[in-house]
C-alpha cells in the first residue's frame, strides 16, 4: 500500500519541479507587514519559505511550518542566500501548538482545509497571536474554482467565510477580494484572492473602547 499522507504527497508534487510556486513574497502580505515593527513570527504552510524568507529579511524572528521536508530545505537554502536565520518546522498545523499569545505575526497562506477543519485552524492561528499582534490570511477566492486550489470547492475561500471564521477570535481589520495578473503557459491571467487581517486588542485599546462606549 502506497504512503497517502499530506506530507508525502506534496513532497513529491515538491520534487517533481524545482520550484512549485513562485519565489515573491505574497503582494498583500508584504503591503501589510511592511508598516509592522519586526518581532516574532509563524508561517503556517511555508512551502518553500517565499514569504518567510522576506519577513527574514525585514528583522522577523521566523518559524517556517509545513509537512513537506523537501519544501523546507529549500527555504532553508533561501534564507542562507539571503543571510537570514530561518527556523524549519517538519510538522502539521493540526499538531504544532505554539504557546498562546507568543507570536507578533502569524501568515497563513495559501492554506484550503476542510470545511469542518476551517474553524479549528483559525482558532489554533488565533490563540498564538500576542496582544496587538496580527493574523493574516489569504488564499485563492471560490471564483477560481476549477483554474487554482484543490477540487473541492467548499474549501477555497469568499470573504464571508473568512469573515465568519474570524469574527469572534480577533478584531477583523480587513477581509476583502483582490485581483492580479499572473503569467500563464501562454500568456497571463487574472486570478482572485481572499486577504484578510485581524488583530488581537492590547489591552490599551480595550480601554480606549471602553472609554469611548462610556462618553
Not at 121 to 149: I, K, N, Q, S, Y
Request: glycine share 8%.
Amino acid at each position: 500500500m502506497s504512503d497517502e499522507s499530506p506530507a508525502h504527497a506534496w513532497n513529491q508534487r515538491y520534487e517533481s519541479t524545482p520550484s512549485l510556486w513562485s519565489p515573491d513574497p505574497n503582494a498583500a502580505l508584504v503591503e501589510f507587514a511592511s508598516g509592522l515593527p519586526a518581532g516574532r513570527a509563524l508561517d503556517i504552510g511555508a512551502g518553500q519559505g517565499r514569504n518567510s524568507v522576506w519577513l527574514a529579511t525585514r528583522g522577523w524572528e521566523v518559524t517556517a511550518l509545513d509537512v513537506s521536508h523537501v519544501a523546507l530545505a529549500r527555504a532553508a537554502e533561501r534564507a542562507a542566500a539571503a543571510g537570514v536565520p530561518l527556523r524549519c518546522v517538519v510538522g502539521d498545523w493540526r499538531e504544532h501548538v505554539p504557546a498562546d499569545g507568543s507570536l507578533e505575526l502569524v501568515v497563513v497562506s495559501f492554506m484550503h482545509p476542510d470545511p469542518h477543519e476551517r474553524p479549528s485552524m483559525f482558532e489554533r492561528a488565533a490563540r498564538a497571536v500576542a496582544p496587538g499582534g496580527h493574523l493574516f490570511v489569504t488564499g485563492v477566492h471560490d471564483v477560481d474554482h476549477g483554474r487554482r486550489g484543490p477540487p473541492d470547492r467548499d474549501r477555497l475561500h469568499t470573504p464571508e467565510r473568512l469573515r465568519e471564521a474570524l469574527e469572534g477570535l480577533l478584531a477583523v481589520l480587513r477581509c476583502d477580494t483582490v485581483s492580479y495578473e499572473r503569467e500563464r503557459a501562454g500568456g497571463r491571467e487574472v486570478v482572485t484572492d481572499v486577504v484578510g487581517i485581524a488583530r488581537r486588542l492590547a489591552v490599551r485599546d480595550g480601554c480606549r473602547r471602553a472609554k469611548a462606549a462610556s462618553r
